[in-house]
């Protein structure tokens, strides 16, 4: 398969819309390590834990890479064993950092509801759980911490984002929704979603 690889901030685990059946699910990205050599691309290509991909870097360089969906495997990377050389378990685990490391929308969605559990490609902003629309403009925010310190931001009046976990993606939120004649508006739409 052949991906692309476009880096975009944005955190490991995202709530979406289930879909299956529309509910609230979780959808982790997938870890991306680069296979070194080439003699190793067929253990991945075999393996049950992995999917192969040929990407293509900003360059047009073509590179491979053994992907690995920790929501389908417990949320850890315990499952992964016998690799060859020069691999650890370890290599797939998320960053420290809040954000991804890679750009691909490639992971796996599970759902509580229906039970869907499989891997799937985000099409971000639109699965967005937390989503609401205002004077045509969409604002999303990515899970229920990030929806909550939305709404705050937004209800304040000091709007200083250091004051946020979720500060960098605060300071991205278009005029519009920051309106004085919109804000409570935006406020109700935002603790309507997060009591949903």
């Not at 950092?97 to 490639?106: A, C, E, I, K």
């Not at 309106?179 to 409570?184: A, E, G, I, S, T």
Request: charged share 25%.
């Amino acid at each position: 398969m052949t991906g692309t690889y476009d880096w975009n901030p944005m955190p490991h685990k995202v709530d979406i819309k289930c879909p299956s059946c529309g509910e609230h699910a979780l959808f982790e990205f997938a870890e991306v390590v680069k296979i070194s050599l080439k003699k190793d691309v067929p253990f991945f290509e075999q393996s049950d834990l992995f999917e192969y991909y040929k990407f293509k870097d900003s360059c047009g360089h073509l590179w491979h890479g053994a992907v690995y969906y920790a929501n389908l495997h417990g949320g850890s990377t315990l499952a992964i064993r016998d690799l060859p050389e020069g691999y650890k378990p370890e290599d797939w685990n998320h960053s420290k950092y809040l954000m991804r490391n890679h750009g691909t929308d490639l992971g796996a969605v599970s759902c509580s509801h229906c039970q869907m559990r499989k891997p799937y490609v985000l099409q971000w902003p639109n699965d967005a759980y937390f989503n609401i629309s205002i004077k045509g403009q969409e604002l999303w925010a990515f899970n229920r911490e990030s929806a909550v310190e939305l709404r705050d931001y937004i209800a304040s009046s000091e709007r200083k984002t250091d004051q946020y976990k979720w500060s960098k993606f605060l300071l991205h939120i278009p005029t519009t929704f920051k309106k004085q004649n919109v804000r409570d508006s935006v406020v109700k739409k935002i603790n309507k979603a997060i009591e949903s």
